[in-house]
């Protein structure tokens, strides 16, 4: 993995997501159909935008305090602002905002925990900036890879003061 490069940045958007309570592992087996479920609703409601709409998995929980049962994690779509959504089953809307520290990797779907460790040990711990009490989240600005060793684009955010 090669470093990434690192900005900070102000970031307030809308989402539609589907939220999974369970491991990380319980998680990956599920997340394709919370996906298929997410851009159906999308579909259906004429919220995707081409070249703008975003994909991304928001983390809720702390691995390292939290049992693996009672992880929460999400799968999002930005749409836009003024969008008007009536929640139904298990779609809901969530307003993201606040400052990130947005690591830019090109990786491999076997690189994402080190990308993540990176953000952490390397760059958050090691730095002057202070963490801020909000989720962490992936963007995927490409296509997350279908192979293990194609890579795509993912941002990571880490909410910072």
Do not use: C
């Not at 102000?10 to 592992?25: A, D, L």
């Not at 997340?31 to 479920?37: A, L, T």
């Not at 992880?71 to 969008?83: E, G, H, K, W």
């Amino acid at each position: 993995m090669e470093k990434p490069s690192i900005t900070i940045e102000y970031f307030n958007t809308k989402v539609i997501y589907v939220r999974f309570q369970g491991s990380y592992v319980a998680f990956r087996k599920n997340s394709r159909k919370m996906f298929n479920q997410l851009f159906s609703f999308a579909t259906t409601n004429n919220l995707i935008i081409p070249g703008e709409t975003k994909v991304l998995t928001m983390y809720h929980d702390n691995p390292f305090i939290t049992d693996a049962k009672n992880l929460r994690t999400s799968v999002a779509m930005t749409i836009p602002s003024d969008t008007v959504i009536n929640e139904i089953e298990d779609i809901n809307v969530l307003q993201i905002s606040g400052k990130f520290g947005i690591g830019h990797f090109e990786i491999s779907a076997m690189e994402y925990e080190a990308a993540w460790q990176y953000m952490y040990q390397e760059w958050l711990f090691k730095g002057k900036e202070k963490p801020r009490d909000s989720f962490p989240f992936e963007l995927y600005v490409t296509e997350p890879p279908k192979r293990l060793k194609e890579k795509s684009f993912t941002d990571i955010y880490i909410p910072i003061e």
